[in-house]
């Protein structure tokens, strides 16, 4: 077994250093008031064997909880005393220098937090340790300056989680859609160059891929680009290269127009190859500001396009996107495996939704790559035609900013719609869970505590608000004065876009199905735990709502995508409610709505139930089903595809791709235990443990990881049941 010290790193678990700090504040006391040896020893095997019973590791500050409660069952309340009094004195001493330790752990790669943190990041890269130098450096001045002293401590005990501190310190967003079309059609500057209307889609490309670089060095989440921003630089080439073609036939006397349409369209075909394989290799090989590849997603939505012509071309761009990604990208060893990004998502609309439909040739590519490659994602055009209806009744069809996060639909000052250029100023989460078991299955308690974590997360968010507002423009020059977001004056605030609704602020809730449990016994598989779960995501709207009318604010509802974050609710929850069957007995909880991944539960019935939760949470919700390897079996996936369209707006199919380096294994890597009970990826071929040596990736929360993942999401992973 093994122990989570306070800096992150991983020690074995050492059952006498308790015995030898209780002996310690023992002898602190009257003699009179001391326990003996054998006592000494019963506190210390207890709380052994609580940790056992964690089936994790347990972190110090748990085990000093667990040990001051030993202590108190003995009626030993001066022995209690000095043993919080010499814990207080010695977190005294930690405070005067929050940073140094934890820095210095993962510095030296055995910071066994971080290295599990972020499952497209490598701990051991000089460029992702200086991003955590600077986060840990960035959440130490949040803790002790910028927040109020009782959210720091909700956040530090799992009553909610206040995302991306390691980056509060700075006046950054969290993630947006990117003006690309304004960027391309308009010149750009990039590190003070001037970037001109590409005229040739390779190019436009290129600037693209750079564009993308600039957007994630200055931003913290996820960004999205559309193809259909660049589908008008397939004609510019078209026209091009015609134009080269004629001149080179002409030299030899032919001028037969057929013939140079023939190699024209050959030619533009092989440009829109290397235009398409440049973002996909430059985004894989990119590294940004914060030690990984951009988190860039990329929509392929065929109703973007203002024309037939355009439409045509945007095709063959989506077309050539989708049969590069089901290639993959090569590894180290020249093998082809799944890349993380960009993710892919792919529009179920009329026109390609069924047999017989103009595009359907794109939806069959588009399921034979998911089925090797779990991308791309799908909306459908149909339900989020009805879903996001703006003030003038209409009805509209656009991208999430990275894996799930969505505006609301937005008219501007003429009248039209806008999407591109609009951001999420942040996240704060509930932890539903904790609700429910303090209710103490008590409904008009649960609604109190409810309203008060409500107030919470609502000053919570409004720190996030008031952090970037007055900043200026120059802060990143890329976002707010040269196109990708807007553009501003050098020195102007970008406070206006603050405000009305042109982005959002996002209320996060995870937990619902634990939380449902823990109040009625109920799934929300169950009549009556569907009930109580929609009556709580409706109730969550409502703050939401009252919120924005208050203060001219967008505030949405966000189906937080726990990634680390699910591992820490779970242990804040064992620590202060211990062992509830159903609810805290593992080692995560539930995002956002999803049904359990335990649950049976088939693939169409799963989608069905989740649709009606995914309609109350606005501001961002994705869906997902678990399946085999369907590679063979492409009609099944086809079929999920065309139910998605029917009945929901947003969903995924998740299968396995991963590679052994030391045998050659091209298959599923399997999830199992150390001696120590930690759980482990291993090669069900050779065997092999050595995490440097295979290639794993799997679907963390609505992108695909490719690193690797704590002990709570590992459990989850592990015990994912199949839906089809």
């Not at 927040?147 to 947006?176: R, S, T, W």
């Not at 957007?215 to 259909?228: H, K």
């Not at 082809?336 to 390609?352: G, H, Q, R, S």
Request: glycine share 6%.
């Amino acid at each position: 077994m093994k122990l989570i010290k306070r800096n992150g790193a991983e020690v074995v678990f050492d059952r006498e250093k308790i015995a030898a700090a209780v002996k310690k504040a023992n002898l602190a006391v009257e003699e009179k008031n001391r326990i003996s040896e054998a006592a000494i020893d019963t506190i210390a095997f207890s709380v052994e064997r609580t940790c056992l019973d964690f089936a994790r590791s347990a972190g110090v500050e748990e085990v000093q909880d667990l040990v001051e409660r030993e202590i108190m069952k003995l009626g030993a309340f001066d022995l209690a005393k000095a043993y919080i009094t010499y814990r207080y004195k010695r977190e005294l001493v930690r405070k005067s220098n929050t940073t140094d330790d934890k820095i210095m752990s993962l510095i030296e790669c055995n910071n066994e937090e971080v290295k599990q943190e972020n499952a497209n990041k490598n701990p051991t890269v000089n460029s992702v340790q200086r991003d955590y130098m600077a986060g840990e450096v960035s959440k130490d001045i949040t803790r002790r300056i910028l927040l109020p002293e009782d959210i720091v401590k909700a956040h530090e005990e799992g009553i909610i989680h206040f995302h991306d501190a390691d980056y509060f310190a700075q006046h950054m967003h969290n993630c947006d859609l990117v003006n690309l079309e304004d960027m391309l059609e308009n010149g750009t500057v990039i590190s003070g160059t001037m970037i001109e209307k590409p005229h040739s889609f390779s190019t436009a490309c290129n600037i693209a891929t750079q564009i993308i670089a600039q957007v994630a060095s200055n931003q913290y989440g996820g960004q999205s680009i559309s193809l259909t921003h660049l589908a008008p630089f397939v004609q510019v080439s078209r026209d091009k290269i015609r134009n080269s073609v004629t001149r080179e036939l002409a030299e030899v006397g032919v001028t037969d127009s057929e013939a140079i349409s023939k190699i024209t369209e050959g030619r533009l075909r092989e440009e829109v190859r290397k235009g398409v394989q440049c973002i996909q290799y430059q985004v894989v090989t990119l590294l940004t500001t914060n030690g990984q590849a951009p988190f860039i997603t990329v929509f392929m939505y065929l109703g973007e396009a203002k024309n037939e012509a355009e439409r045509a071309d945007l095709a063959m761009i989506i077309e050539e996107t989708l049969i590069q990604r089901y290639q993959g990208v090569k590894n180290e060893a020249g093998v082809y495996i799944t890349p993380a990004f960009p993710k892919l998502i792919y529009v179920l609309e009329e026109d390609n939704v069924r047999p017989g439909t103009k595009y359907y040739y794109l939806t069959e590519l588009a399921a034979k790559c998911t089925a090797k490659r779990m991308v791309p994602d799908y909306i459908s055009e149909k339900i989020m035609l009805e879903s996001k209806v703006d003030k003038n009744g209409e009805g509209h069809c656009y991208t999430c900013m990275g894996c799930r996060s969505f505006l609301t639909p937005y008219v501007d000052e003429e009248g039209k719609p806008k999407y591109y250029g609009r951001f999420n100023q942040g996240v704060v989460t509930v932890n539903l869970v904790d609700i429910g078991l303090s209710a103490e299955g008590n409904m008009d308690k649960f609604w109190e505590i409810f309203d008060e974590r409500m107030e919470l997360c609502h000053r919570a968010l409004q720190c996030r608000h008031e952090r970037l507002s007055g900043t200026l423009s120059d802060a990143a020059p890329i976002l707010w004065q040269y196109g990708a977001l807007t553009r501003i004056a050098k020195g102007e605030t970008i406070d206006k876009y603050l405000h009305g609704g042109y982005s959002t602020l996002s209320l996060g809730y995870a937990g619902l199905w634990e939380c449902v449990y823990a109040l009625n016994g109920k799934k929300l598989t169950e009549p009556e735990g569907e009930e109580l779960g929609l009556t709580i995501m409706k109730k969550l709207n409502e703050y939401t709502a009252k919120w924005k009318a208050a203060e001219n604010i967008d505030y949405s509802l966000y189906g937080t995508p726990l990634e680390s974050t699910t591992y820490k609710f779970a242990k804040c929850l064992q620590n202060r409610f211990g062992i509830v069957k159903g609810v805290t007995d593992r080692n995560y909880i539930t995002n956002s709505y999803h049904v359990h991944v335990t649950e049976p539960i088939d693939a169409f019935s799963k989608l069905k139930l989740e649709a009606k939760f995914q309609k109350l949470s606005p501001g961002g919700a994705i869906s997902y089903v678990e399946v085999p390897d369907m590679q063979n079996n492409i009609e099944a996936v086809l079929g999920v595809m065309e139910f998605i369209y029917d009945h929901i707006m947003y969903a995924e199919l998740n299968t396995k791709s991963d590679f052994c380096q030391v045998c050659g294994y091209d298959g599923e890597i399997e999830i199992g235990e150390d001696e120590d009970g930690k759980l482990v990826w291993e090669c069900p071929v050779c065997h092999n443990r050595d995490q440097s040596k295979m290639n794993v990736a799997r679907r963390t929360c609505g992108y695909i990881g490719t690193q690797y993942w704590n002990q709570g999401r590992t459990q989850e992973i592990k015990e994912r049941v199949l839906h089809l």
